[in-house]
């Protein structure tokens, strides 16, 4: 578990994350930091923002005025990315920025519009590398246990989101008979890590959390980015070798929309 | 931003059309304002770092940064920052736990770009309803960030410091490009690196570190009657004020009374500290602080609580009654008197009751490593605790939990995170660093080793001071007792002072006030409520001494330790009985606390009070079983339920008040049962008394 912080997730950090729930900041919109990444050439190439030239390096990459401007302003944030860093940080939960190098792939293929600038997590940071079986109700409407028995037997791990009940049971019934789950959030993800049982499994190494929002932050703001690291983060050809073993009637295409949130643990 | 343009604010400031910058100054404000860098300044106190952060404020301001946030552990000072900003046409502010009431207003004129300076003290900042009350929503608003008595984020820089260490984490995570200064004017070689190593890229400015106007003498008086007797005698002879330094709260009250039945204006300062119109404990703080600024007393008796960032220039003089624990600690303190005057002197005496007191300093500065895994089993076992329900599991003082709590959650990455008023584990696997343990606890020694070689060493005071330092320039200072050759104090002690010290130290009785409610559950043999009724409540009593202090302390650890308490003692208790405790009701017979492990050393004692004061001795209390020591029971529950069912009261009790004697008092338990049992056995009311008390104070 690395306690440290790169440059790199310190300028993602200061450029779109909120300090806190009260904190109003107009931080860059998926769009303008899309903006950003494409004409930096990647989100890896922001580090020499906090090297001292910031405004000439910025100007050489034809920003507008005004995102320049706003970048510049977000940049000055640097006292309190400390202080929100250090809660963050002492509370056990890992920072990955866009441009860190263990960033997961299947993120970092995708536009820098979709893909989240910075990852929050509890757990093991190797596990978002590894094959994970998406789970979506959308996709696959099985028995719970059913399916967590299919996943351990593919040797796969699961990812799903922790806020909706179906994939949520399917998690807990992986962890259940020892599997191995990825569990992505757009809650507070503290508050998921001092459940008993989640902490337990984080710590024994079987379950990692991601989310994209910073922790303490469990607003009504729509999440953004969530689905999009599900899908990341999941394998999809294992994802469909699952649905055709296990319910060949199902498909990916055929989904039944849902918006069936709870929140409670 | 060019150096004319700062010159004309320092200039402004000052209300000084002809002022120049100070040495280092420009170089300091040029760093942080035109590299945004990271700067470390040692230099000692009256150097002028609050006009470096003024102005590089100001500078800041005018290339729109957000508002600096001062970190200063000292309450007076801020207010005295606030009225100093104003020159500069700086609007500051602090904010601390006696301005709550302002709190919303603060932080709305904050996000309005209101104010440019935000004073708050460490503890602020480390405590979690204020982090996410005040701090958060600010938090992308701030601009500098400047650390008052920076030394302090060293592990060598000062005695372990919870609130300290959070803020090393906050600097940790600084980004490069973010102005951050650190001011202090105690720090050698060894602090600076570690700071170096904390912070990354800091720069550091050292000045010269030599006070010209301070004198410095030591004297070792082993007994504190005599140390006493010198220093009323001392403090007479002074036309200025000064600080008295002493080790504990205790100490600092008892003092603090002897010098005012001297006709000396004193106070006891420490952090905790109360006055009766006060009700909280930071504003006795502001209001002795304000006094001693405008010598409305003549001197403080102060812990080390009275430190860092006090500043009051005309400071004649500081007496150490204790030795502290290291040089670092003693430049600090010593280094207050006479910032603004030509003649000010240091006077560090050292007694016999130091080591003892630093060794438990020492061995109780961290908490152990079984402790620890147990708390945190217990923790994992739920989803949340609040510190009272800890308690019910553990064998602990609140205090020494929340401790413990304290030191846990400042780790990094923490084990336990706090939910509004419940503890939580954390998914962080925790070892406690036994090594970091080991070696601070070892520097703590070597510490106190360094300072006693100050006190025996016969070349310059001044000199060993600044080597240990590693101030660069040493010459001699030409002014301390080592330097002439003669005593830079009169030295004379007064016997018959002494003798009075002697006295008053031997009657510094303690009331004896015991429990009325006792924690649910404990006395499920006895029966006792959660309220003890009335009429089986004791009246308030007397303790002798405090185990093993300067008056009968000694003696009566003697006694314990011998098996057989000193025939002085008898009279002590008798003359505090017949001369100085006003009793409600008049006791018409004594007994005593029985105890299978001494013996017969309490009764014995009590049977020679009681013919010594004409009172009939009944032994009427009797142990029925072992139990363990009252004293490894240190929460409440534990050492009630330890009691349970331990004594049984003789069926045929003499009536009428009783005087009720033990040796040793802790938390008083003991004699609260045995009251309770007296009086349902018929007795009258009950006075307790001991003749010492447990525990450093
Ligand atoms: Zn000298």
């Not at chain 2, 609050?50 to 800041?60: C, D, G, K, Q």
């Not at chain 2, 080390?304 to 624990?325: E, I, R, T």
């Not at chain 2, 923490?414 to 925790?430: G, I, L, N």
Request: proline share 4%; with cysteine.
């Amino acid at each position: 578990m690395s306690i440290s912080l790169t440059i790199n997730s310190q300028v993602c950090l200061l450029l779109t994350a909120r300090f806190s729930q009260r904190d109003s900041t107009k931080v860059l919109s998926p769009t303008e930091w899309g903006t950003l990444c494409r004409s930096m050439g990647g989100a890896e190439n922001l580090d020499c923002l906090l090297e001292g030239r910031a405004e000439a390096v910025l100007r050489d990459h034809v920003l507008k005025e005004e995102l320049l401007q706003q970048v510049l302003s977000l940049l000055g944030r640097g006292v309190g990315l400390a202080m929100a860093s250090e809660k963050w940080l002492r509370s056990g939960v890992w920072i990955l920025g866009a441009g860190d190098p263990e960033y997961p792939r299947g993120l970092r293929d995708l536009p820098p519009e979709r893909s989240p600038p910075v990852l929050f997590g509890y757990g093991s940071v190797e596990m978002l590398e590894q094959s994970a079986v998406l789970i979506d109700q959308r996709a696959c409407r099985a028995d719970t246990a059913d399916l967590a028995a299919a996943v351990d037997a593919m040797r796969g791990s699961a990812v799903g989101l922790l806020d909706m009940r179906y994939s949520r049971e399917v998690i807990r019934s992986c962890l259940n008979i020892g599997g191995q789950v990825l569990g992505v959030t757009y809650k507070d993800l503290v508050s998921y890590g001092s459940v008993a049982e989640l902490r337990q499994a984080i710590m024994n190494g079987s379950m990692t959390i991601v989310s994209s929002r910073p922790p303490g932050q469990n607003d009504q703001r729509p999440a953004v980015y969530e689905e999009t690291i599900v899908y990341g983060l999941s394998d999809m050809a294992l994802t469909e070798q699952l649905i055709r073993n296990y319910n060949p009637q199902e498909s990916l295409r055929d989904v039944p929309p849902t918006e069936q949130l709870d929140f409670d643990f | 931003m060019d150096k004319q343009f700062a010159l004309q604010c320092l200039r402004e400031a000052l209300s000084n059309p002809a002022a120049e910058f100070r040495q280092g100054q420009w170089e300091a404000i040029d760093h942080v304002v035109n590299a945004r860098g990271k700067l470390l300044v040692v230099q000692r106190t009256g150097w002028g770092k609050s006009a470096v952060y003024f102005v590089a404020t100001r500078l800041l301001r005018e290339q729109g940064m957000g508002p600096t946030i001062v970190v200063s552990p000292l309450l007076a000072l801020m207010r005295n920052q606030v009225e100093a900003a104003r020159g500069l046409s700086l609007n500051a502010v602090t904010i601390n736990s006696t301005n709550q009431e302002q709190w919303n207003d603060i932080i709305a004129g904050i996000l309005e770009d209101a104010y440019d300076v935000i004073f708050i003290s460490p503890e602020r900042l480390s405590n979690e309803f204020f982090a996410e009350q005040v701090l958060a929503p600010i938090a992308s608003r701030l601009g500098m960030l400047v650390i008052d008595e920076a030394h302090c984020i060293s592990d060598w820089g000062h005695d372990f410091r919870p609130d300290y260490r959070r803020l090393v984490n906050v600097l940790r995570y600084v980004p490069p490009r973010t102005p951050v200064l650190g001011t202090t004017a105690t720090a050698n070689d060894r602090v600076v690196n570690d700071v170096r190593s904390q912070l990354g890229d800091v720069e550091i400015q050292r000045g010269s570190l030599i006070r010209e106007s301070l004198s410095l003498e030591n004297i070792v008086l082993k007994d504190q009657a005599s140390r006493m007797a010198w220093l009323a005698d001392f403090i007479k002879t002074q036309a200025g004020t000064g600080i008295v330094y002493v080790l504990t709260k205790r100490t600092a009250e008892s003092v603090a009374e002897w010098l005012k039945q001297n006709g000396i204006k004193a106070e006891p300062y420490y952090s905790g500290v109360q006055l009766p119109n006060y009700l909280e404990t930071n504003a006795c703080r502001e209001y002795l602080e304000k006094k001693l600024l405008t010598n409305e007393v003549d001197v403080l008796v102060a812990t080390v609580a009275l430190g860092m960032g006090y500043d009051k220039p005309d400071l004649s003089f500081v007496v150490h009654f204790q030795c502290p624990g290291s040089i670092v600690g003693y430049y600090q303190q010593v280094g207050r008197a006479g910032r603004g005057i030509d003649k000010a002197i240091g006077v560090l005496m050292s007694g016999s009751e130091d080591s003892e007191i630093h060794e438990f300093f020492r061995r109780t500065a961290f908490p152990d490593q079984q402790t620890v895994k147990r708390l945190l089993n217990q923790l994992s076992r739920g989803d949340g605790y609040s510190t009272r329900q800890l308690e019910g599991y553990f064998n602990m003082t609140q205090s020494k939990l929340q401790g413990i709590m304290k030191f846990l959650s400042v780790e990094n990455p923490s084990p336990v995170t706090k939910h509004q008023t419940k503890w939580k584990r954390t998914p962080v696997a925790y070892q406690l660093d036994e090594e970091r343990i080991e070696r601070l606890t070892g520097q703590r020694e070597l510490e106190w080793q360094e300072i006693q070689e100050y006190i025996s060493t016969t070349d310059c005071l001044m000199t060993f001071l600044r080597t240990a330092l590693d101030d660069p320039g040493s010459e001699p200072c030409g002014r301390c007792s080592n330097c002439r050759g003669k005593p830079v104090v009169d030295m004379k002690v007064d016997k018959s002072l002494v003798m009075a010290a002697q006295r008053y130290l031997r009657h510094s009785e303690m009331e004896l006030v015991l429990a009325k409610q006792t924690p649910k559950g404990a006395f499920v043999q006895y029966e006792i409520p959660y309220s003890i009724p009335r009429n089986q409540r004791a009246r308030t009593g007397r303790i002798l001494s405090r185990w093993g202090d300067a008056g009968w302390g000694g003696l009566v650890k003697d006694g314990v330790y011998g098996g057989r308490f000193a025939d002085e003692l008898i009279e002590a208790a008798a003359e505090l009985y017949e001369q100085r405790w006003k009793k409600e009701v008049t006791p018409q017979w004594l007994t005593c606390i029985p105890s299978l492990r001494s013996g017969e050393l309490v009764p014995e004692f009590a049977s020679q009070l009681a013919a010594r004061l004409g009172l009939r001795f009944a032994n009427v209390i009797h142990q029925v079983k072992e139990h363990a020591p009252q004293r490894e029971q240190v929460n409440r529950f534990y050492r009630c339920q330890n009691l349970d069912g331990v004594f049984e009261v003789d069926e045929d009790i003499p009536g009428g008040p009783v005087l009720l004697v033990d040796d040793l008092v802790n938390s008083g338990w003991t004699l609260t049962v045995a009251s309770v049992l007296l009086r349902r056995h018929g007795s009258g009311e009950v006075l307790p008394f001991a003749l010492a008390s447990m525990g450093i104070g």
